[in-house]
C-alpha cells in the first residue's frame, strides 16, 4: 500500500475520535450539570449507539455484497459519515433549543441518537473494512491497531480543543463549535476515503478465492459462518470475556478512589488521563515491535494475563486503603488492557477474509461492544447488591476486581482452543498454509505471510 495513502487513511479515526470527544466528553456534561437533564435520560440515550451494534452486520455483509459505484468500501464510508454529522447536529440542536425535560425532549433525543448511532457504526465498520481490504494479512492487524491509536489521538486532542472552545456552558458557543466538528469531521473523511478504492478491486463475482463476495442472504451467511463455525463462536467469546475483563471497572474506577481511598474529585479525575497514557504506550509498542516478535496470539495472552495481575495489585490497594499505588497501578491497567486490545484487533484481522470483511468485522464489534456494556452492567450490579448485603464499599469493589480476573481467565481457556485455520471463512479460501494443523491462534503468526502472498497470486 502507498504509505501516503496509509497515512491519509489515519485521518477518519482521527474524525471518529473527536465526534466521540464531543459527544462523550462535552455533551453528556451540559446535559446533565449546565441543563438538569435527568440523569437516567442521559445514560439510556447514550446507550443507542452502543445498543445499535448488531446493525453492523447487516452494513459489513451489505458493503461485502453491494458495490455502490463499482465500490463495496468508500461510498459506505461517507455515507456513514454524512449520517453521523446529521445525527451530532441534532444531537446539539435537540439539547439547546427543546426544554430540559418531558417525553419530547426524551424522545427527540433518542430519535437524534439513533441516526448518530446508525451512521457512526456505518463509517467506522467500512472503515475497519476498507482496511482489511487494502492491507495484506500479516500487516492487517498493525494496521487495525495504529488506526485505534489515531483514534486515542483524536480523542484526547479533540477533548482539549474542545475544552478550551467551551469555558463556560453558552448554548449558541456550543452549537457554534459543533458545527466546526462537523465541517472537520467530513473534511478528515472524504480527505481519508477518496482515491482509496479502486472500482475494478469491488466487481461482485462468486469466486471466494478471488477475494470478492458471493450474494447469499445475510441469515445464510450469518449461520455457515458464525453461528455454525465453532472457531467463530470461541472467538467471539474471547472477545467478550476480554471486554469484561478489561472494562467492568471503566464507570466505578474514580468512585472507587473517592469512596474507598478517599481521593479528591481533581486526582480521581486524573487517573483517566493514567490509564489513557497506558493504553496508548501498550498499542504503540504492540504496533513497533510486539505483534512483529509475539504475534497476535501470545501479545494478547500477554496483555490478559497481565491485566489480571494488575486487578491483583488493585485489590491488594484497596485492602490496604493506601491511595499512594493507585496512580501507577492505574497506568500499568491501561498497558494490560492496551496490549490486550492491540491482540485482539491482530485477531480480528486474521479471522477477517477479502470476501467477508465487513460482515465478519460487524460481527467482532458486536462482540466488542456487548462485552463493554455486559462489563458495565454486571460491575454496577456487583458493587450496588454486594454493598448493600455487607455494608462495605471496599467489598464491593473487591468483588467487582475479581470477576474481572475470573473473566479474564475464562478468556484465556477459550483461546487455548481457538484455530484460526480451521475457520469456515478461512477455509473457503481453498488449499492454502492455513488448512495444515496450527497450534490453536498461534499459528497464524507463522503462517498469515504465506497466505497473504497465496492470495496476491490469486487474484
Do not use: C, K
Amino acid at each position: 500500500m502507498n504509505p501516503l495513502d496509509a497515512v491519509r487513511l489515519a485521518a477518519f479515526p482521527l474524525a471518529y475520535g473527536l465526534t466521540g470527544a464531543l459527544i462523550g466528553g462535552t455533551l453528556n456534561r451540559v446535559m446533565i450539570a449546565d441543563l438538569n437533564v435527568s440523569a437516567t435520560v442521559v445514560a439510556t440515550v447514550f446507550a443507542i449507539p452502543l445498543l445499535l451494534a448488531p446493525a453492523r452486520v447487516w452494513f459489513g455483509h451489505r458493503s461485502d455484497s453491494h458495490a455502490v459505484g463499482g465500490r463495496r468500501r468508500v461510498p459506505y464510508l461517507l455515507a456513514g459519515a454524512v449520517t453521523a454529522v446529521v445525527g451530532l447536529l441534532a444531537i446539539v440542536q435537540t439539547t439547546v433549543r427543546l426544554p430540559t425535560s418531558g417525553a419530547v425532549l426524551a424522545a427527540a433525543l433518542a430519535a437524534a441518537f439513533l441516526v448518530y448511532g446508525l451512521g457512526r457504526a456505518l463509517a467506522h465498520n467500512s472503515f475497519q473494512a476498507l482496511v482489511a481490504d487494502r492491507f495484506e494479512t500479516v500487516a492487517r492487524g498493525r494496521a487495525l491497531t495504529a488506526y485505534e491509536v489515531s483514534t486515542l489521538l483524536g480523542l484526547v486532542v479533540g477533548a482539549g480543543a474542545l475544552g478550551s472552545a467551551l469555558e463556560r456552558y453558552d448554548p449558541d458557543r456550543l452549537v457554534m463549535v459543533s458545527l466546526g466538528v462537523a465541517v472537520t469531521v467530513l473534511g478528515l473523511t472524504l480527505f481519508a476515503a477518496v482515491g482509496q478504492e479502486r472500482p475494478s478491486a469491488a466487481s461482485t463475482v462468486t469466486d471466494p478465492q478471488a477475494g470478492d463476495p458471493p450474494s447469499e442472504p445475510l441469515g445464510q451467511v450469518v449461520r455457515d459462518y458464525v453461528i455454525a463455525d465453532p472457531q467463530a463462536r470461541r472467538f467471539f467469546l474471547v472477545v467478550v470475556l476480554t471486554f469484561v475483563g478489561t472494562l467492568a471497572q471503566d464507570v466505578l474506577l474514580e468512585p472507587f478512589a473517592a469512596q474507598v481511598l478517599g481521593m479528591s474529585l481533581g486526582d480521581t479525575t486524573r487517573l483517566t488521563a493514567f490509564w489513557g497514557l497506558g493504553v496508548l504506550a501498550a498499542m504503540l509498542l504492540s504496533i513497533t515491535v510486539l505483534l512483529r516478535v509475539l504475534g497476535q496470539a501470545r501479545l494478547l495472552r500477554l496483555g490478559i494475563s497481565l491485566s489480571a495481575v494488575f486487578f491483583v495489585g488493585l485489590i491488594g490497594v484497596a485492602l490496604a486503603g493506601n491511595p499512594a499505588p493507585l496512580r501507577p497501578l492505574v497506568a500499568l491497567l491501561g498497558l494490560g488492557t492496551g496490549l490486550a486490545a492491540a491482540g485482539l484487533l491482530a485477531g480480528v484481522a486474521a479471522f477477517t477474509t477479502p470476501a467477508r470483511a465487513g460482515l465478519l468485522l460487524g460481527v467482532w464489534a458486536v462482540a466488542n461492544m456487548f462485552g463493554h456494556a455486559l462489563g458495565s452492567i454486571l460491575g454496577g450490579l456487583v458493587v450496588d447488591g454486594v454493598r448493600a448485603i455487607s455494608g462495605s464499599a471496599t467489598a464491593a469493589y473487591v468483588s467487582v476486581f475479581a470477576l474481572e480476573i475470573v473473566a479474564l481467565a475464562g478468556a484465556l481457556v477459550v483461546l487455548r482452543r481457538v484455530d484460526i485455520g480451521q475457520s469456515h471463512a478461512i477455509r473457503e479460501l481453498g488449499d492454502h498454509p492455513w488448512d495444515s494443523p496450527s497450534p490453536a491462534l498461534a499459528g497464524v503468526d507463522e503462517q498469515g505471510d504465506r497466505a497473504g502472498h497465496l492470495r496476491r497470486g490469486e487474484r
